[in-house]
């Protein structure tokens, strides 16, 4: 019984390990030879975009409109704004901007999308360059 217990939480740890812990460096734009770079970590794909929160949010809506996904809510905080999407198939689509600090910048906006249970980077990165080209 032991060692069935043990099993469990070594394959759980390496489980969460590998889900939590791979990151991928994506690049945004290689035509245009920015830098920027976008980072696709356990599902979600997080990339910085150089305008308010407000102007991303109505970019966002009608880009997501023009793709067919169904709308279903958004949430609005004080420095952030979510929403929430369905696509067909079903799945959720999902979309977080926020306005956050770094140490290089007073501040920049991030994107947070995720498509699908598990994450869909190609999709994703489809659906950033849209956001970005309506900008």
């Given at each position: 019984?032991?060692?069935?217990?043990?099993?469990?939480?070594?394959?759980?740890?390496?489980?969460?390990?590998?889900?939590?812990?791979?990151?991928?460096?994506?690049?945004?734009?290689p035509?245009?030879?920015?830098?920027?770079?976008?980072?696709?970590?356990?599902g979600?794909?997080?990339?910085?975009?150089?305008?308010?929160?407000?102007e991303i949010?109505?970019?966002?809506?009608?880009?997501m409109?023009?793709?067919?996904y169904?709308r279903?809510?958004?949430?609005?905080g004080?420095?952030?704004i979510?929403?929430y999407?369905?696509k067909?198939?079903?799945?959720?689509?999902?979309?977080?901007?926020?306005?956050v600090?770094?140490?290089?910048a007073?501040s920049?906006t991030?994107?947070?999308?995720?498509?699908g249970?598990?994450?869909?980077?190609?999709?994703s990165?489809?659906?950033?360059?849209?956001?970005?080209?309506?900008?």
């Amino acid at each position: 019984m032991k060692l069935k217990a043990f099993a469990i939480s070594i394959f759980s740890l390496l489980g969460l390990a590998i889900y939590s812990g791979c990151t991928t460096q994506v690049a945004i734009d290689p035509q245009t030879g920015l830098e920027q770079s976008a980072t696709y970590t356990a599902g979600y794909f997080y990339a910085p975009l150089d305008a308010s929160v407000a102007e991303i949010f109505r970019v966002a809506i009608r880009e997501m409109d023009d793709m067919g996904y169904f709308r279903t809510g958004e949430r609005h905080g004080k420095d952030s704004i979510k929403i929430y999407a369905r696509k067909v198939g079903d799945q959720l689509v999902s979309v977080r901007i926020k306005t956050v600090t770094i140490p290089e910048a007073e501040s920049q906006t991030e994107l947070r999308i995720r498509i699908g249970e598990l994450g869909n980077l190609a999709e994703s990165q489809v659906l950033y360059a849209r956001i970005r080209d309506g900008l």
